[in-house]
T-cell receptor
Framework: DAGVTQSPTHLIKTRGQQVTLRCSPK?????VSWYQQALGQGPQFIFQ???????QRGNFPDRFSGHQFPNYSSELNVNALLLGDSALYLC????????????FGDGTRLSIL | AQSVTQLDSQVPVFEEAPVELRCNYS??????LFWYVQYPNQGLQLLLK??????LVKGINGFEAEFNKSQTSFHLRKPSVHISDTAEYFC???????????FGIGTKLQVIP
């Protein structure tokens, strides 16, 4: 049973560029959430997708956008990259009901030069 | 709004000694509580969860936590730690359903041989 998979594992970009990160949820899960984990911090909620719609959003600027596909996989896009966007980006999947805990992938480490 | 406070940023403990990692939460409504563990260069792995019912929750790897509603706490305990328990531990809270998960800043557990 495949868990949550994210790609790529590492990425290096320069300021002003754009990046796309990808996530495949755990089998049977229909909800995908994205988190940003800066060095030495806990994960911060970016947004959540369910039925291809953004259902909830954290306190992140519009430079952060996403998409969910019919097969429940998801992408996180970040435009106009800033040095402060350097972080581990985690994808988590869950079932869209109840208190089912989220299952996390190993993340994409994004470094901005 | 909900928040999580992890009272210790680092906890050193000798191997085979007991350990307690402290977590307090704040929420105006009933919540679900979680503890996750993060090993270096990996994503988050669920240790245990409290959704309802018994306030003593047992998780994987010999960890347990007790939900105390009056003190709004959810401390994590293990009676005897192993070197392999060295990792960062995150307490998290959610209102359930599709609500976002809010994480604490993490506690680094260092097990000393």
């Amino acid at each position: 049973d495949a868990g949550v998979t994210q790609s790529p594992t590492h990425l290096i970009k320069t300021r002003g560029q754009q990046v796309t990160l990808r996530c495949s949820p755990k089998s049977g899960h229909d909800t995908v959430s994205w988190y940003q984990q800066a060095l030495g911090q806990g994960p911060q909620f970016i947004f959540q997708y369910y039925e291809e719609e953004e259902r909830q959003r954290g306190n992140f600027p519009d430079r952060f956008s996403g998409h969910q596909f019919p097969n429940y996989s998801s992408e996180l896009n970040v435009n106009a990259l800033l040095l402060g966007d350097s972080a581990l980006y985690l994808c988590a999947s869950s079932l869209g009901t109840g208190g089912e805990p989220q299952h996390f992938g190993d993340g994409t480490r994004l470094s901005i030069l | 709004a909900q928040s999580v406070t992890q009272l210790d940023s680092q906890v050193p403990v000798f191997e085979e000694a007991p350990v307690e990692l402290r977590c307090n939460y704040s929420s105006s409504v009933s919540v679900y509580l979680f503890w996750y563990v993060q090993y270096p260069n990996q994503g988050l792995q669920l240790l245990l969860k409290y959704l309802s019912g018994s306030t003593l929750v047992k998780g994987i790897n010999g960890f347990e936590a007790e939900f105390n509603k009056s003190q709004t706490s959810f401390h994590l305990r293990k009676p005897s730690v192993h070197i392999s328990d060295t990792a960062e531990y995150f307490c998290a809270v959610s209102r359930g359903g599709y609500q976002k998960v809010t994480f604490g800043i993490g506690t680094k557990l260092q097990v000393i041989p």
